[in-house]
């Protein structure tokens, strides 16, 4: 198997103005550089600037992502939850884009008020199922997401949520390079 790092897209889900998503991103990027053998790419949908009309051909913006994702061994995705689900912006880039995510694992780091997210995680689960990718069981989620970080955006019991980081990038890493191996021996048709 190669011992090539793994290359990890993190991908912010949240474009609305005033998002908390900026601080939940920083952290988890935080924790997934400080994992072994991972090299980690983050892609914030709200500077991608993706169409949500999905008609024609790709916009440059699409182009740009495109290779990105096209480069990933693994994804997490970093989602709130809206109205008991994900954001319309991650739906856009999600469909975008369709080989891209085929034969590789997903993660989830879910916030947002009493369910933390998790909702918008099981929504997510069956739409990457659709595109072929394989997500892991463990998930990171922030219940009150607002009130879990102090003012440097360190959560306050660290200890704790950076434990379940540690799990769910393990899965990902076992994950990752057994179907990045699994890819170079015969690559995935759908």
């Not at 922030?142 to 990038?169: I, S, T, Y």
Request: no cysteine; hydrophobic share 45%.
């Amino acid at each position: 198997m190669s011992t090539a790092p793994l290359n990890l897209v993190v991908i912010v889900g949240s474009t609305r103005e005033g998002r908390f998503a900026p601080t939940v991103a920083s952290w988890f990027a935080e924790q997934a550089r400080a994992h072994d053998d991972v090299t980690v790419d983050v892609i914030d949908l709200a500077e991608a600037d993706l169409p949500h009309v999905l008609s024609g051909e790709p916009t440059p913006a699409v182009a740009a992502v495109t290779p990105r994702l096209a480069a990933a061994d693994a994804f997490v995705v970093i989602t709130p939850e809206y109205n008991h689900s994900y954001p319309a912006s991650l739906k856009a880039a999600i469909d975008w884009h369709y080989a891209q995510w085929q034969a590789k694992p997903v993660g989830f780091v879910s916030y947002g008020g009493v369910s933390g997210g998790l909702r918008a995680v099981e929504h997510l689960r069956q739409v990457f199922a659709e595109l072929h990718a394989m997500t892991v069981r463990d998930t990171v989620s922030f219940h009150l997401a607002w009130e879990r970080f102090d003012a440097d955006g360190q959560p306050h019991d660290a200890h704790v949520v950076n434990g379940a980081a540690k799990k769910m990038l393990d899965q990902l890493g076992w994950w990752g390079r057994a179907l990045r191996e699994a890819r170079n021996t015969a690559p995935y048709t759908a």
